[in-house]
DNA sequence: GAACCGTGGGT
DNA sequence: TACCCAAGGTT
């Protein structure tokens, strides 16, 4: 053994004890079922944007057959505007296989959530570690880009790559429970401190022990990540429709959704049909549209 | 690996 | 105003 040194560990885990944001699903009794609806409503969408909608589905499903046993229509509305409802119709099929096939009990092995609809490398981690304490590498876009950094010394994460996990599994204390501690407090330094666009490095525990800052902080190599375009894309023109459709009560003709995209009707039915493909919208005998599941 | 999948807030 | 970005997953 050679003389101990200070670990990442060592600074992140007291740092995060002391300035977790108190997030809801983070509170004592919380069950792994609701740290698993928190993590599929976190994908891709901000924390503020998530914290109501949790407590309200959580309260009224507040195991995995509760929603297992409602219409697809009804977890649709609930949803809300929450963004990309395919995770909503995934989060529902993972509930009823869950209930269905794991007792209700949300599953502890990694390889068993990777199974089921929705939960990918990510999450599966994320429930492994946060709702089952077992001490397996995290990776999200906050660890990846404090790992690079920090790590690394580069200004921002490239794309993901399977080496991510072995980066960050190599900052995991021994320690079981420290470990998963670890995993959070690495994400709430990226997503609080070392921030993708405006880094506040004056406030951040590691700056002392950053590769990034050492180095000078180095620009990187331009945009990292292709722009998003919106405007006039399917993902509006799907999200009118989709909207339309949560609003009304059940239900309704064609010729509503029509009214939801006049620009280009070719490109209005194009996306109606991609909705009935990925389960999102039924067409039922009478030619009239609504949510599925709902009659 | 790249494209696609919603929505809205921050700068 | 435009653009960036957000606890990803699937194809």
Avoid at 1 to 15: I, Q
Avoid at 140 to 151: F, K, L, P, S
Avoid at 270 to 284: M, P, Y
């Amino acid at each position: 053994m050679g003389p101990t040194t200070t670990t990442l560990a060592d600074v992140l885990v007291p740092w995060f004890r002391a300035h977790a944001r108190d997030l809801p699903w983070r509170r004592p009794g919380t069950t792994a079922w609701g740290v698993l609806v928190s993590e599929i409503m976190l994908q891709q969408t901000p924390v503020a944007r998530v914290e109501e909608p949790w407590r309200a589905w959580l309260e009224r499903w507040p195991r995995p057959s509760a929603m297992a046993a409602a219409p697809a229509s009804e977890v649709l509305r609930a949803w809300g505007k929450l963004g990309y409802p395919r995770r909503a119709l995934r989060l529902h099929a993972a509930a009823q296989a869950i209930a269905a096939d794991h007792g209700d009990v949300v599953p502890a092995d990694v390889e068993t959530l990777e199974s089921l609809p929705g939960i990918g490398t990510y999450t599966a981690r994320a429930v492994a570690a946060f709702a089952h304490g077992q001490r397996v590498p995290v990776v999200d876009t906050n660890v990846r880009r404090v790992v690079a950094r920090a790590v690394l010394g580069r200004a921002d994460a490239g794309a993901a790559a399977s080496r991510d996990l072995a980066d960050t599994e190599a900052l995991l204390p021994d320690d079981t429970a420290d470990a998963a501690t670890m995993s959070a407090a690495l994400m709430e330094l990226g997503a609080t401190v070392c921030v993708a666009r405006t880094p506040r490095c004056a406030d951040c525990p590691v700056s002392g022990a950053c590769a990034w800052q050492r180095l000078g902080r180095p620009a990187g190599d331009g945009p990292a990540r292709k722009a998003q375009r919106w405007a006039g894309t399917d993902r509006q023109v799907r999200g009118r429709l989709l909207d339309v459709l949560r609003g009304a009560p059940g239900p309704v003709p064609a010729a509503a959704l029509d009214a939801a995209w006049l620009t280009d009707p070719a490109q209005r039915a194009r996306c109606l049909d991609s909705l009935l493909v990925d389960g999102l919208v039924e067409q039922l005998a009478d030619g009239r549209f609504c949510l599925p599941g709902e009659q």
